[in-house]
């Protein structure tokens, strides 16, 4: 490893975020747009694609945690509770 000039990732965290960094910009954003889109469309099972995307928004979360002001997490915790809510919603039988 001389002659690499970048450090390998370590964590799960970091290789995620390695791929994560390999794809255009548009696709995260059309990925969970796309995954609400599914959750607000399929009835039965909607609920699980709405849960993943705030898994994911919670991940994202988590990772930018330290850098962010307080007003900031605030914003995020309540994206990230009302797109949670939604999916418990959904995953609720009428």
Partial sequence: ??????P???TANERALVAL????RPVP???????????MFVPTYG???TGVVAAFLAWILMLSWPRLTGVEKLMR??????VAAIAIIQ???R
């Fill in 77 to 82: 915790i309540a994206v990230i509770a009302f």
């Fill in 8 to 10: 390998t990732p370590r």
């Fill in 29 to 39: 954003i059309l990925a969970v747009l796309g995954l609400l889109l599914v959750g």
């Fill in 91 to 93: 995953s609720q039988p």
């Fill in 21 to 24: 960094a390999r794809v255009p």
């Fill in 47 to 49: 609920f699980i694609a």
């Fill in 1 to 6: 490893m001389s002659g690499s000039s970048t």
